[in-house]
């Protein structure tokens, strides 16, 4: 699988760090025309349209890139596994799920990359200026949770699991719902991108319907007050079955791509 | 059983339906080949060709029956019979944004039959440099190149699909050539084709498949002999429409 995972990054490197990229160089330029603002209202006004513009730019390069470190695992499975790629990649003598597997860690990478990538971002661009003051506000208000009562009051290895689900969550999930997809798409004689186009919206609807069916059972029956033990202890059991169900969803697309991959294949 | 006394391949009912209109693609196919044979795999669009050789690549799994490569069950994880065989798919399977030396470095780890010397002296003859970017060339070039790659390997079992469709008659001979000369005495080739006036002279056996079922199989000679024409009179004959 390692070898595949070598191949697989060979092929997309790129595309990340040039996104990554400009990312780093919008947030450069936003920094550079931060330092030109003045208190000065007349040259303000000519000097802050810039900054503004670079700054909306930066959050755009932000947000463009975390849609593209999901968009291209899917773009990647897509060509070498359902298209002509496939062909090759299937008699290569490993076993299907190591395909798999080593798309979605790569892909899992990707994402670990981008996040690295906008935390250096945010830190060049907006840290230390004026902007920085919202971020600053948001770590504030984040300090009011009292982490240790949460952590304390509550179960520490739900909290942990928790965590841990969320993480699993974040890193495959979308690429795991994505790949799925395009499993289903394939079992159909024609008008497989449609068909996986759909599989995706309707297994995205469910796992939101399934997630919010959870999220409100769970605060209805645990959380009535935050001031005792009981309810910190229910506030950690609440955010463990809000997590719970999209990660068994992403367990049961990665289980299902893999039987479809392994018996189903459909390759025109 | 000697593994070289073994069949190399062997169908037992071998079927495939697809789900599209229920109908089956191939039917109740029975059939040995052994090895160091040039195998024809003959007859007219959408008789079975295709899905004949994907099922024996494991890229299909069959309705019914099975397949056996070097006396190994063929499956979706068969990685014994997937070293063994060496395919070339009736399309470019090649990521096109790479260089040709990339593709033969990735040839190389993959497989362990791949012989990269091979590969690299049939690329210089065609004029193909190692650093030459796969999108820069012609789909025929493409096509050369990934019969090389294919044929670079020590393999046991060359499945063709279609090698000569779409490539003007120079081609052809550089293509027949190709698998002439990569050809050994323990593997055996099986080619699919409708075009049987060209690759005929090269053939030592032939199966007609027709709507997913095997007319005729045997050896090249023998039908001849007994049907009093060539493979392609017998093939335009069989098959007129």
Known sequence: MLKLMKYEIKSVWWLYVTSGALVLAMAGISRLLCLFLTDDPEIMVWRILPYSVSVGLTVFFLLAAFVFANVIPAVRFYQTVLKDQGYLTFTLPVRRSSVYFAKLLTGALGLVFTLLIAAGGVFIAFVGTKA??????????????????????????????????????YLFGTSAVLFCSMCIGQLASGNKLLYSILSYVGISTAASAISSFFSLISQALFIDGLNDNAAVWALDLTSFLQALPPFLITVGCVITANILLKKHLNLE | ????????????????????????????????????????????????????????????VPTDGTVRVNGVEVSANSLETRERIAYLPERIALDKNQRTEKVVDFYSDFYPNFNVPRAYDMLSRLGIAPDMKLKTMSKGMLEKVQLILTMARDADLYLLDEPIAGVDPAARDYILGTILSCANPDSTILLSTHLIYDIEPILTDAIFLRQGQIMIAGDANAIRNDKGTSLDGLFREVFRC
Do not use: W
């Open chain 1, 132 to 169: 920085g003051d919202v971020i600053d506000g948001i770590a504030e208000i984040l300090s009011i949770i009292d982490l240790d009562g949460i952590v304390n009051g509550g179960q520490i290895a739900l909290f942990i699991v928790t965590v841990i689900l969320a993480l699993l969550q």
């Open chain 2, 1 to 60: 059983m000697n593994a070289q006394n073994m069949p190399l391949l062997e169908c037992e009912h071998l079927s495939k339906r697809y789900t599209k209109n229920g109908f089956y693609a191939l039917y109740d196919i029975n059939l040995t080949l052994a090895r160091g044979r040039i195998v024809g795999l003959l007859g007219p669009n959408g008789s079975g060709k295709s899905t004949f050789i994907k099922l024996i690549t494991g890229l299909l």
